[in-house]
T-cell receptor, first 111, second 113 residues
Framework: TQLLEQSPQFLSIQEGENLTVYCNSSSVFSSLQWYRQEPGEGPVLLVTVVTGGEVKKLKRLTFQFGDARKDSSLHITAAQPGDTGLYLCADGSGNTGKLIFGQGTTLQVKP | NAGVTQTPKFQVLKTGQSMTLQCAQDMNHNSMYWYRQDPGMGLRLIYYSASEGTTDKGEVPNGYNVSRLNKREFSLRLESAAPSQTSVYFC????????????FGSGTRLTVV
């Protein structure tokens, strides 16, 4: 069974700081997705990465997929209070579209 | 666009009671899913429906049943609620292709006392 490990589990930073969170898999990713979940809401898809070495940018967020497709990172530049939330990585599995989720990184950005 | 709609948003049940959580999507997605989210456990798949007319067990199916009523609707039933089923339940849908992410509902917070 594939396991996704995210680190760190919790992160509390000041507005304007940079940060990186990580997602590592026990096996090769099929299709890695990153989600952000705000309190009281469901997760919202941020990005999907498929190709090893792929880098995608979404405003201040940079997503990187490892060359061996077993790890990924999310870097946030100049964090803002609106970035606060739970960041989840997930991997697609087979043609049913089932996703396996990591446990998430809880990010708090203080004004 | 409504996306994925879940009802109710909150529910308190007594041990042994039954209830059905409703989920509907308006995006013409083929696949639908039910997850539960517990502190420190992440999102765990209960049941899924790859397409209309099919349902399959996920990681934690015990104590639950599902019905894929039509392409739009996928319900989750607790026949005899237990305190261990206290959780936040999320319904999601997808176009059933790699690279297409899930669209989640806003969740149902269930407490079993």
């Amino acid at each position: 069974t594939q396991l996704l490990e995210q680190s760190p589990q919790f992160l509390s930073i000041q507005e304007g700081e940079n940060l990186t969170v990580y997602c590592n898999s026990s096996s090769v990713f099929s299709s890695l997705q990153w989600y952000r979940q705000e309190p009281g809401e469901g997760p919202v898809l941020l990005v999907t990465v498929v190709t090893g070495g792929e880098v995608k940018k979404l405003k201040r967020l940079t997503f990187q997929f490892g060359d061996a497709r077993k790890d990924s990172s999310l870097h946030i530049t100049a964090a803002q209070p609106g970035d606060t939330g739970l960041y989840l990585c997930a991997d697609g599995s087979g043609n049913t579209g089932k996703l396996i989720f990591g446990q998430g990184t809880t990010l708090q950005v203080k004004p | 666009n409504a996306g994925v709609t879940q009802t109710p948003k909150f529910q308190v049940l007594k041990t042994g009671q039954s209830m059905t959580l409703q989920c509907a999507q308006d995006m013409n997605h083929n696949s639908m899913y039910w997850y539960r989210q517990d502190p420190g456990m992440g999102l765990r798949l209960i049941y899924y429906s790859a397409s209309e007319g099919t349902t399959d067990k996920g990681e934690v199916p015990n104590g639950y049943n599902v019905s894929r009523l039509n392409k739009r609707e996928f319900s989750l039933r607790l026949e005899s609620a237990a305190p261990s089923q206290t959780s936040v339940y999320f319904c999601a849908s997808s176009r059933r292709s790699l690279g297409y992410g899930y669209t989640f509902g806003s969740g149902t917070r269930l407490t079993v006392v």
